[in-house]
């Protein structure tokens, strides 16, 4: 609990700021976090940084269709629940998951806001649903869990902490999509501090009501949501309870990959239209309106991640890898966005956002009680990180003007 409400004061209200005072500083501009670092920090800092965002969300993109799709298929009921555990079954549902959700933004914003909003009205039907459940069992059984307010300090979890202020990020998307934004100055600001608030209050409630239905130790990280639906199924005699989560994990699932898919597409967007990628990708398709090929090319980028580190691990822990590379990539961008915030005179969130984004970095590298080789851990880490870089410098360089 001290780590969720943490996060939000010390990252996303800093992050809400940075966000609302760069997207009114570049108003009208579509590209976001790009646009923002090559004004403030030159080109090639602009492409690194979208290169880096956007190959985050494409190690997100895997993992979060793993994580929601083995939920989904062990809360089905006993007839499906040994799919969640066959690697085949799992990344054919991803897959499905991450091009249906693609493939309805692809024919424009019209039909890609309805996956969306399904997701959303899903994720929030999903956490109210897990806290009244929490609350029926509490009154008869108890908690599971003592509730202690401290975290307690451990290598096999301090990587979640990283997990924890990775998943209080998302409103620098608003700022891909500002030129479609009608008055962001009004807008942003007042949409930063609600969101951070209703974020905030949804983790830390369905945080809490997991662990008054289980012992942490009984939580695993790809079933969580299903076992505790299963438990309250079972002791509620409701066996309605468990398909319902299930239909509702995998619809956040699609409407969560639709909403990142659509606002991330903006960015090689933004730097196609700059030459520093094909002319391709800064084109709009003719009847969608739509930037197809960047949504197709992050499409294809997550799907051959998604297969790719699944070689010479077991599931979970080719989950984990997923995860701390997202989260270590994800992070670096942060580093300039709150570096523009700096220069757009907001120091305090400048320096409350660098801090959380180094400790998140840190945090991330450790290992979790789920690997067994911590080498091949750590090495698929480094070679990951220095892939998504050293990628970005080649393309760059060829793409760019001598």
Same mark, same amino acid.
């Given at each position: 609990?001290?780590?969720?409400?943490?996060?939000?004061?010390?990252?996303?209200? %800093?992050?809400? #700021?940075?966000?609302?005072?760069?997207?009114?500083?570049?108003?009208?501009?579509?590209?976001?976090?790009?646009?923002?670092?090559?004004?403030?920090?030159?080109?090639?800092?602009?492409?690194?940084?979208?290169?880096?965002?956007?190959?985050?969300?494409?190690?997100?993109?895997?993992?979060?269709? &793993?994580?929601? &799709?083995?939920?989904?298929?062990?809360?089905? =009921?006993?007839?499906?629940?040994?799919?969640?555990?066959? +690697?085949?079954?799992?990344?054919?549902?991803?897959?499905?998951?991450?091009?249906?959700?693609?493939?309805?933004?692809? #024919?424009?914003?019209?039909?890609?806001?309805?996956?969306? @909003?399904?997701?959303?009205?899903?994720?929030?039907?999903?956490?109210?649903?897990? #806290? =009244?459940?929490? /609350?029926?069992?509490?009154?008869?059984?108890?908690?599971?869990?003592?509730?202690?307010?401290?975290?307690?300090?451990?290598?096999?979890?301090?990587?979640?902490?990283?997990?924890?202020?990775?998943?209080?990020? =998302?409103?620098?998307?608003?700022?891909?999509?500002?030129?479609?934004?009608?008055?962001?100055? +009004?807008?942003?600001?007042?949409?930063?501090?609600?969101?951070?608030?209703?974020?905030?209050?949804?983790?830390?409630?369905?945080?809490?009501?997991?662990?008054?239905?289980?012992?942490?130790?009984?939580?695993? *990280?790809? @079933?969580?949501?299903?076992?505790?639906?299963?438990?309250?199924?079972?002791?509620? $005699?409701?066996?309605?309870?468990?398909?319902?989560?299930? /239909?509702?994990?995998?619809?956040?699932?699609?409407?969560?990959?639709?909403?990142? =898919?659509?606002?991330?597409?903006?960015?090689?967007?933004?730097? $196609?239209?700059?030459?520093?990628? !094909?002319?391709?990708?800064?084109?709009?398709?003719?009847?969608?309106?739509?930037?197809? #090929?960047?949504?197709?090319?992050?499409? $294809?980028?997550?799907?051959?991640?998604?297969?790719?580190?699944?070689?010479?691990?077991?599931?979970?822990?080719?989950?984990? *890898?997923?995860?701390?590379?997202?989260?270590?990539?994800?992070?670096? !961008?942060?580093?300039?966005?709150?570096?523009?915030?700096?220069?757009?005179?907001?120091?305090?969130?400048?320096?409350?956002?660098?801090?959380?984004?180094?400790?998140?970095?840190?945090?991330?590298?450790?290992?979790?009680?789920?690997?067994?080789?911590?080498?091949?851990?750590?090495?698929?880490?480094?070679?990951?990180?220095?892939?998504?870089?050293?990628?970005?410098?080649?393309?760059? +360089?060829? @793409?760019? %003007?001598?």
């Amino acid at each position: 609990m001290t780590l969720w409400l943490l996060a939000a004061v010390l990252f996303t209200i %800093p992050l809400a #700021v940075a966000v609302a005072a760069l997207t009114v500083k570049y108003k009208g501009a579509a590209g976001g976090l790009y646009v923002w670092t090559r004004g403030d920090f030159g080109q090639w800092h602009g492409f690194l940084c979208f290169w880096v965002y956007w190959m985050g969300i494409a190690f997100w993109f895997p993992s979060a269709a &793993m994580f929601y &799709m083995s939920a989904g298929f062990y809360t089905l =009921g006993p007839a499906y629940a040994h799919l969640a555990g066959n +690697r085949l079954c799992v990344l054919a549902a991803a897959l499905a998951a991450i091009w249906i959700a693609l493939g309805t933004n692809l #024919v424009g914003l019209k039909i890609g806001k309805w996956t969306e @909003n399904l997701g959303g009205a899903s994720s929030w039907l999903l956490g109210g649903l897990l #806290v =009244g459940i929490a /609350v029926l069992m509490g009154s008869r059984h108890g908690a599971a869990t003592p509730i202690q307010i401290l975290p307690k300090w451990g290598w096999s979890t301090v990587s979640f902490w990283s997990t924890i202020a990775y998943a209080m990020t =998302g409103l620098e998307l608003a700022g891909l999509m500002g030129a479609e934004i009608h008055d962001p100055e +009004r807008t942003l600001p007042r949409a930063g501090w609600i969101a951070s608030g209703f974020a905030t209050t949804f983790y830390a409630a369905t945080t809490v009501a997991m662990l008054v239905l289980l012992r942490p130790e009984k939580i695993s *990280e790809l @079933n969580g949501l299903a076992e505790a639906g299963d438990l309250a199924g079972r002791s509620l $005699g409701a066996g309605w309870i468990a398909p319902l989560i299930a /239909v509702l994990v995998m619809a956040s699932a699609v409407g969560q990959i639709g909403g990142l =898919g659509t606002a991330v597409s903006r960015l090689p967007f933004a730097a $196609g239209v700059d030459r520093l990628l !094909p002319a391709a990708f800064g084109k709009i398709h003719s009847r969608w309106g739509t930037p197809h #090929v960047s949504l197709l090319a992050l499409g $294809g980028v997550a799907s051959f991640l998604l297969v790719a580190t699944q070689l010479g691990d077991t599931m979970r822990a080719a989950y984990q *890898e997923l995860v701390s590379l997202m989260v270590i990539v994800g992070f670096l !961008p942060f580093l300039y966005i709150f570096g523009s915030a700096w220069k757009a005179g907001k120091r305090l969130s400048a320096l409350s956002g660098w801090a959380i984004t180094l400790l998140a970095v840190v945090c991330a590298v450790a290992p979790t009680a789920e690997i067994t080789n911590v080498w091949l851990f750590e090495t698929k880490l480094a070679v990951g990180t220095g892939a998504v870089i050293v990628s970005a410098w080649l393309v760059y +360089r060829r @793409n760019s %003007p001598r």
